[in-house]
């Protein structure tokens, strides 16, 4: 849908059913700088005006081109921080209070680094944007993503070990049922593992693809008894790669196929 005016957005995923929407900031802008304070508060409003609200952010480092976490370049290093923390005040200005740290190309290791030393530079990294974060009233949650990917942070326990070094409650984690190939458990073991670090969850088929074109429907009702099972009350976004099918057929069969599966719960 980034084709269209936000207005538009929102007002289309409002009335398919949608609750709220998450925003991949360089679909607006190449530099969050860019977006001005006016614009922002044009943006809640249309939510407002919608019946949904904005959730938070995801795809967080894909512009500006030169954004790299854990490079050893220590002076786009801490530059990259820094708009970390400029995200966490542009979520925060739109009523976000999550921020998917999933941005594969932006944190896997470069530079001659190992895995190892490119995890310490994201473990720093997020030491120093979780307390502006919590400031702001917003969570960075980090995104396994599997090895074809990344090769930083690949599973949900070493996002749970991540969690962990950096010790603060501005960063948890999120499950994605999408980007577990590299895991071994099953979705609900997995869920009911590391239930108390999952602060989000996404959703779509395996290959990529929007909710019911193929076996979601069957496949992830698990995962979701599993939610359901463990109290969770936080949101579950729609999320898709592949957009040839157009904006209008992608949200409105995801979600008839979510409420398939949450029939099944």
Same mark, same amino acid.
């Given at each position: 849908?980034?084709?269209?005016?936000?207005?538009k957005?929102?007002?289309?995923?409002?009335?398919?059913g949608?609750?709220?929407?998450?925003?991949?900031?360089?679909? @607006?802008?190449?530099n969050?700088?860019?977006i001005?304070?006016?614009q922002?508060?044009?943006?809640v409003?249309?939510? $407002?005006?919608?019946?949904?609200?904005?959730v938070?952010?995801?795809?967080?480092?894909?512009?500006?081109?030169?954004?790299?976490?854990?490079?050893?370049d220590?002076?786009?290093?801490?530059?990259?921080?820094? /708009?970390m923390?400029?995200?966490?005040?542009?979520?925060?200005?739109?009523g976000?209070?999550?921020?998917?740290?999933?941005?594969? !190309?932006?944190?896997g290791?470069?530079?001659?680094? #190992?895995?190892?030393?490119? #995890?310490?530079? @994201?473990?720093?990294?997020? $030491? /120093?944007?979780?307390?502006?974060?919590?400031?702001?009233?917003? $969570?960075? @949650?980090?995104?396994?993503?599997?090895?074809?990917? #990344?090769?930083?942070?690949?599973?949900?326990?070493?996002?749970?070990?991540?969690?962990?070094?950096?010790?603060?409650?501005?960063?948890?984690?999120?499950?994605?049922?999408?980007?577990?190939a590299?895991?071994?458990e099953?979705?609900?073991? @997995?869920? !009911?593992?590391?239930?108390?670090?999952? $602060?989000?969850?996404h959703v779509?088929?395996?290959?990529?693809? /929007?909710?019911?074109?193929?076996n979601?429907?069957?496949?992830?009702?698990?995962?979701?008894?599993?939610? !359901?099972?463990?109290? /969770?009350?936080?949101?579950?976004?729609?999320?898709?790669?592949?957009?040839?099918?157009?904006?209008?057929?992608?949200?409105?069969?995801?979600?008839?196929?979510?409420?398939?599966?949450?029939?099944?719960?």
């Amino acid at each position: 849908m980034k084709e269209w005016p936000w207005e538009k957005q929102c007002s289309f995923a409002g009335q398919v059913g949608y609750k709220g929407i998450e925003i991949a900031p360089f679909t @607006l802008a190449e530099n969050v700088d860019d977006i001005s304070a006016d614009q922002r508060a044009k943006m809640v409003q249309a939510a $407002k005006n919608a019946g949904i609200q904005i959730v938070g952010l995801h795809w967080l480092l894909v512009t500006p081109k030169w954004l790299h976490f854990t490079t050893p370049d220590d002076d786009i290093r801490k530059r990259t921080w820094d /708009y970390m923390n400029k995200l966490a005040d542009f979520c925060s200005d739109l009523g976000g209070k999550v921020m998917i740290f999933g941005s594969p !190309k932006q944190r896997g290791s470069v530079g001659g680094l #190992t895995k190892e030393q490119a #995890t310490q530079n @994201l473990i720093e990294g997020l $030491k /120093y944007c979780a307390p502006h974060a919590q400031e702001r009233g917003v $969570k960075i @949650l980090i995104e396994p993503l599997d090895h074809t990917q #990344t090769d930083v942070v690949n599973t949900l326990a070493e996002a749970v070990e991540v969690v962990k070094a950096v010790n603060h409650p501005a960063v948890q984690t999120m499950f994605d049922f999408h980007n577990t190939a590299d895991e071994t458990e099953p979705f609900d073991v @997995l869920i !009911k593992k590391y239930f108390p670090y999952i $602060k989000h969850v996404h959703v779509q088929e395996m290959d990529g693809r /929007y909710l019911g074109t193929g076996n979601a429907v069957h496949d992830y009702v698990p995962g979701f008894r599993a939610l !359901k099972e463990k109290g /969770y009350t936080g949101w579950v976004s729609l999320e898709v790669f592949d957009f040839t099918p157009g904006p209008e057929t992608i949200a409105t069969e995801s979600m008839k196929t979510l409420q398939k599966i949450i029939a099944q719960v």
